[in-house]
């Protein structure tokens, strides 16, 4: 431990009696240490031997900073402001052309940059805010209200866009601050909080927020000529992407939501929620979904994949191969799969008469059969007496779910009066009658 180190850490031992009076040897090792974050001489975390390391004693230097000093008042043209004496002119005050030149980076006027924070060579500062502790490297840019919070560290040639945020971490001491590593894109609106790391040429899209409870599972560029297959790492979720199915270069990020056997519009979710960016955005060509060991049985048609709108679960036309659902989508967002235990198989058991509805009618029936297998099928209307009325249907009919409509007319096209009829449904084997009611 160096003698600095040794002094901070005595000192905050003792923060409660720090204060404007305090020693002149601890307040000296203080007003140094943000000298030197100032400068980038020094930063709170750096990158040794490829981890991320905090170094405690320039955070409690900060923390420290604000006792030391008391709360002063300053004019301006348009307001006044009231803070602590040392930050209170921000880290540009009193510079010269000179100075600016030195430094080396850009800075646009409403910029608040505070002392104690690092901005590096070539660096663009919109009107942005950066806090004490921050460190901008070289050739990045914070662009219009977007914000650098206290001890965050942002790489090199970065872009932080438009109103976006990168989360500081003051306090604890002991925690390590939100890191952007070199070469990231973090879209305009988005933030970035609670210590998180973001790996060197991330795209993190706009909009998102992503803290320690977010989990990330994947990020790819499908930029190549060939077509990509992206997994999440329990093999549950896979998305096949044909080439140039992503515009420009969006990429595809995932992540994923554990669920916890929802039951959702009597159907029971199955699978974590995963996460497709960007969101409702449309693909140039349709990427695949694919989920697979969803503990299927028999019954693999009432297994469906479904995709989150508006807090509504809607399904998306998917099929069965090989034990695994896939579906084709359009757009990113969230998807699952259920189990919906009341879906019919699309082979039906048999031929059957299922329903005619509403019954009385007034103006349309709706009936419904089953096959079970591809055959010749007549639906004929009868009245009362025993005439055939109507003739709605006489051809080959493939296997499935069908329904068919009877408007109230015969087969000239002309209402028929209210009263009984006859509804006969035949195959070449077999035939049901049922009797319905029309009312006027």
């Known amino acids: 431990m160096s003698d600095i180190e040794k002094i901070i850490n005595d000192a905050w031992e003792n923060k409660d009696q720090i204060n404007p009076n305090s020693d002149k040897k601890i307040k000296d090792t203080i007003n140094q240490i943000i000298a030197d974050l100032d400068s980038g001489k020094v930063r709170v975390a750096e990158k040794i031997n490829g981890e991320w390391v905090t170094h405690q004693h320039l955070k409690k230097a900060i923390m420290l900073s604000f006792r030391i000093y008391p709360m002063e008042n300053l004019n301006g043209p348009y307001s006044s402001w009231y803070d602590k004496a040392h930050l209170l002119k921000g880290k540009t005050a009193g510079w010269t052309k000179e100075d600016h030149e030195k430094a080396g980076f850009r800075m646009v006027p409403n910029s608040p940059v505070r002392k104690g924070s690092f901005v590096g060579k070539n660096a663009v500062l919109m009107p942005c805010y950066v806090n004490i502790g921050a460190y901008i490297d070289e050739g990045t840019m914070i662009d219009t209200f977007a914000r650098a919070g206290s001890c965050s560290q942002i790489g090199k040639n970065c872009h932080i866009s438009a109103a976006s945020g990168v989360g500081g971490v003051l306090e604890p001491a002991q925690a390590l601050p939100t ?3 070199d070469n990231v894109f973090l879209g305009a609106m988005s933030e970035v909080v609670e210590g998180v ?4 040429g991330s795209v993190i899209s706009m909009g998102m927020y992503i803290g320690k409870s977010t989990k990330t599972i994947a990020f790819q560029f499908l930029q190549d000529d060939l077509a990509k297959t992206i997994y999440s790492p329990d093999d549950l979720f896979a998305i096949h992407s044909s080439p140039n199915s992503v515009l420009d270069k969006t990429g595809i990020a995932l992540f994923s939501e554990d669920y916890n056997s929802n039951i959702v519009n009597n159907n029971i979710q199955m699978s974590s929620e995963y996460h497709v960016f960007p969101y409702q955005k449309a693909f140039n060509q349709p990427i695949t979904l694919e989920f697979s060991n969803i503990s299927f049985d028999d019954d693999l048609w009432k297994y469906q994949i479904k995709n989150k709108q508006n807090e509504e679960w809607i399904e998306i036309e998917s099929s069965i191969k090989d034990g695994k659902i896939f579906a084709d989508a359009m ?24 329903n005619l509805y509403p019954n009385p009618f007034n103006p349309t029936l709706t009936i419904q059969y089953n096959l079970d297998s591809k055959q010749n099928v007549s639906i004929d209307i009868y009245n009362i007496l025993g005439q055939k009325v109507n003739r709605l249907l006489n051809q080959e009919v493939s296997i499935g779910y069908h329904s068919i409509n009877w408007n109230g007319t015969n087969d000239s096209g002309i209402a028929l009066g209210s009263g009984i009829y ?10 049901y009658i049922r009797k319905v009611t029309l009312l006027k």
């Open 179 to 181: 890191i952007i590593e």
């Open 422 to 431: 006859f509804v006969k449904i035949s195959t070449n084997d077999e035939s």
């Open 197 to 200: 790391i973001v790996g060197e």
């Open 331 to 354: 757009f990113g967002g969230i998807y699952s799969v259920f189990y919906n235990p009341e879906a019919k198989s699309p082979v039906p058991e048999k031929f059957e008469l299922v």
